[in-house]
Every structure is written in structure tokens, then in C-alpha cells.
């Protein structure tokens, strides 16, 4: 080969390698695939719409099942004992953050993780006290996300039973012993109803199989209304509780309005769907490198009143007009 030849050949070949390796350096690296990690103490039948308003947001954020995401879930069916065994087999798979329901499953986690990132979905209005954050605006530690302020609504929630219905005396607390923002809620409106002028009439219970039980006890005692707080086991045992109300024909308001949409009475709380958007959205910011420690947790702004219309009809219970005017959202 002539020199020229050699020179132009070399000429050529390093051209290539410049142009060659800046392309190779400048190569996107490989996808990232980020793994939640969910624990909630009822069954995913359950909060299935809540979980899918959760998913939806993470798909409009930019996560998609099978690409970037992995979403390890894990449900208590509600059975509280459970709680600590799920939340310890999210912790060992070392999720990117854990999404919990409630405050026992809150707590739990807590006492699980200092490191892993932890969203609450919809934990007791009060975290501050019971020791889960520093304070609302700056919660310090791992723990963020959406608070349920139902304990404060509960003696707005008795006024409007009262409303509703002014002959109510007695009225039923239907909730479950071993949560504690049941218990919390029952606190609520016991010193709600001296105001309003009614007794309560607590009927707690250990697990479902007290269900029936719990029941009779109100029917015996002349309940004329009933509460029900969905903490825990309740949420997971909707359509057997709305078949017991058929069967004492009692008007009944309920904390979650996915009760009132299954043909439960009335409702009076937040949107449990909004709440699980919001927590989608402190997932995203986690992910994107941002500390629990530095988020807000934030509170429900935004309370609805539910009226279910048609299962007033079917139970004989005439709804007042004035009510009804004042109900956010009416099914006929």
C-alpha cells in the first residue's frame, strides 16, 4: 500500500471511531422499572375502584404496568393480624415505595421501614398525635400522602341522620373493635350525639362472624338508626352488611359512599377516588427523587353528601325535600 494510501485508510478509520463512540456514550440507558408496593386491610374486590383511580393516575403520569412498573399487592381481606406478615414481604422485596390503607396499616409500616418511602392513602385524621409525622407541613421521616378526616365529619354525619330522619332516639354504632379509626370515629359520635339529642348504641365486633350478632343486639335494644363505620373487616363484607340492613329495615349512613352506591341509604364523606389520585401523585414525585420528609401531607377539601333514592323507596323511608336539595349527588 502506497503512503497515501495508508494515510487516507487511517484518515477513514479514525473518523469512524469519533463518530462511532459519542453515539455509543450518548446511548439512553435502560428503562428503569420502578416496584410499589401496595398493603390494604380489606379485599381488592373492595377497593377495586380506589385501586384503579390509584393506577389510572400513575398511567396519566407516565407509568405503565409491564414497562416501567411493577405493582406488588398485597390485601388483609380484613383480617388486621395479617398487616405486619404483608407489610414485612413488601419491605423484603425492597419496593420503591409502599402504599398503605389506614392507620394501622400505617403504623405498621412505619415500625417495618425507616428507609423505604411511605404514602398513606387514607390514614386517621390526627397522624400528628398518634406519632406517625412531625407535623402536616413537614412530616419528617419516610412517611407522606392523604389523611381520611371522617372522625371529623362524624357529628356533621349524625346531624344529617337526625335531618333526615327527626324521629331517631337510638342510634346504632356498627364497627369493628380491632381498628383502631373505628374506635376513633365511635369517640366522635358519642360526644356529637349529646348535641344532637340521640344515644348511641356501640356495637362492636371482633370479626365478621359477629356480624348477625350485631344485628340482633340493635334490633333488641330498638335501634332506630344505624351508623356504620367501614374500618377494617366491614369494607370487606359491603353486601353482606346492606343484606342485614334489608332485613331490620333501618335508615343507615355510612362512612364510604361505595356502601351507598352498592344500595346502602346515605353517605357523608371525602371521595375515596380523589384521595387514591392524590397518593398516585406522591408516588410520582417520590419517584422522581423527591423526600417524604419534604412533602405536606395533604386533607380532603371536598365532602359529599349521598342520598341512594331508590333504596329509601324500596325500605319505605321518605327522604325530606330540604335534604335531598342539599345532597351533592342523588340515585334515583
Known amino acids: 500500500m502506497s503512503k497515501s494510501g495508508w494515510t487516507i485508510g487511517l484518515f477513514v478509520t479514525l473518523t469512524l471511531a469519533l463518530l462511532v463512540t459519542p453515539l455509543a456514550a450518548a446511548a439512553p440507558p435502560a428503562t428503569k422499572v420502578y416496584r410499589i408496593g401496595i398493603v390494604r386491610p380489606s379485599t ?40 405486619p406478615v404483608l407489610v414485612a414481604e413488601l419491605v423484603r422485596l425492597q419496593v420503591d415505595c409502599l402504599v398503605v390503607g389506614g392507620t394501622d396499616t400505617t403504623r405498621i409500616a412505619k415500625q417495618a421501614t425507616s428507609t423505604i418511602p411511605i404514602v398513606m392513602i387514607n390514614a386517621s385524621d390526627d397522624p400528628v398525635r398518634l406519632g406517625l409525622i412531625t407535623s402536616l407541613a413537614r412530616p419528617g421521616g419516610n412517611i407522606t400522602g392523604v389523611i381520611d378526616i371522617a372522625e371529623q365529619l362524624a357529628g356533621k354525619s349524625l346531624e344529617l341522620l337526625k335531618e333526615a330522619f327527626p324521629h331517631i332516639a337510638r342510634v346504632g354504632h356498627l364497627s369493628a373493635k380491632n381498628a383502631s379509626q373505628a374506635t376513633a370515629h365511635l369517640k366522635e359520635v358519642e360526644a356529637a350525639a349529646r348535641l344532637v339529642g340521640v344515644r348511641i348504641q356501640p356495637l362492636e365486633m371482633h370479626g365478621p362472624e359477629e356480624l348477625e350478632q350485631a344485628f340482633r343486639a340493635a334490633r333488641a335494644e330498638r335501634a332506630d338508626a344505624l351508623m356504620v363505620a367501614h374500618y377494617g373487616f366491614p369494607n370487606s363484607h359491603r353486601e353482606r352488611i346492606l343484606h342485614l340492613v334489608d332485613t331490620i329495615r ?43 420528609a419534604d412533602l405536606p401531607v395533604e386533607r380532603p377539601t371536598k365532602f359529599k353528601l349521598v342520598i341512594n333514592l331508590k333504596t329509601a323507596q324500596a325500605l319505605g323511608l321518605t327522604i325530606p325535600p330540604t335534604l335531598l336539595f342539599q345532597a351533592d349527588e342523588v340515585i334515583r
Open 250 to 292: 333501618l335508615p343507615v349512613m355510612y362512612t364510604n359512599p361505595a356502601f351507598v352506591k352498592s344500595g346502602g341509604l346515605m353517605s357523608y364523606a371525602d371521595d375515596p377516588l380523589d384521595r387514591a389520585r392524590h397518593a398516585a401523585t406522591f408516588v410520582d414525585k417520590i419517584l422522581k427523587g423527591a423526600k417524604p
Open 44 to 83: 381488592a374486590s373492595a377497593t377495586a375502584s380506589s385501586n384503579e383511580a390509584f393506577t389510572q393516575r400513575l398511567r396519566e403520569l407516565g407509568y405503565t404496568e409491564g414497562q416501567n412498573l411493577v405493582i406488588e399487592a398485597r390485601f388483609a381481606h380484613g383480617q388486621l393480624e395479617r398487616l
